[in-house]
């Protein structure tokens, strides 16, 4: 059987990206997300969408359900899905920090421990965080979205602890400024005329999970123009 690769956030930016490579090789992949429109360019019978919204721990089930019955395994798990409020501190609001953490964090570890256990027994597997410059260091406005991805990088740092004895490899990704949706319908607008495309993140994401013998711990992108 080909490699089983499960993508969050996949209907678009850097997730999409990603499921579009791994389309292009073949690969099986359960993707979810939240706009069915946006897997329209996908193509092929391995491919198994989860719509919905990983606030929802039904779907973080249906997800890690769909591996374990239809495929009884998992080669790489990518967590991608995320979003962001950037503005003054004492602008968020309690609403915000909750769909913040559930989105950014929470969901990522969830899905990680319902798939973690299927790794641990076959003895193999990567798990990659899709996370941010700006879970290496603070940003004005960002408060809120760099505590999700600063809590990120614990999780991963310690998670890595335990896997390594079962041969499962742990890989927290750094980018930059990506031009993706994350930025629309922001109270505090965003030029990202200078950020990265998503599709070179997305191929350096691709290639470490085809590498063999070594695995980055942390892999971090910058742009090359400010």
């Known amino acids: 059987m080909m490699k089983v690769v499960v993508i969050t956030g996949a209907s678009s930016g850097i997730g999409h990206e990603v499921a579009k490579l791994y389309n292009q090789k073949g690969y099986v992949l359960v993707l979810s997300g939240r706009n069915q429109d946006g897997f329209k360019d996908l193509s092929g019978k391995n491919i198994d969408l989860v719509l919905g919204d990983l606030t929802d721990q039904k779907v973080i089930e249906k997800l890690a359900s769909v591996v374990e019955k239809k495929y009884g395994k998992i080669d790489v798990l990518i967590n991608n ?8 501190f004492e602008e968020n609001t309690p609403e915000q920090l909750d769909l913040i953490i559930n989105v950014n ?13 299927l790794m641990k027994k076959q003895r193999f597997g990567h798990i990659v965080f899709v996370n941010s410059s700006s879970g290496k260091e603070g940003y004005k406005n960002h408060t809120l979205y760099a505590t999700t991805k600063f809590g990120l990088v614990g999780f991963a740092k310690s998670l890595r602890q335990e896997t390594r ?11 930059g400024g990506v031009k993706t949706n994350l930025y629309q319908n922001l109270k505090t607008p965003v030029d990202i005329s200078a950020f990265m495309e998503p599709k070179p993140v997305a191929e350096a994401i691709v290639s470490l999970t085809e590498s063999s013998g070594y695995c980055p711990d942390e892999l971090i992108l ?3 123009t400010k």
Request: charged share 10%.
């Open 81 to 88: 899905a995320g979003i962001t409020f950037i503005q003054p």
């Open 105 to 117: 964090l929470k969901s990522h570890i969830l899905l990680t421990s319902w798939l973690y256990p």
């Open 165 to 175: 004895q079962y041969n499962i490899k742990v890989t927290s990704v750094h980018p």
């Open 222 to 224: 910058s742009r090359m």
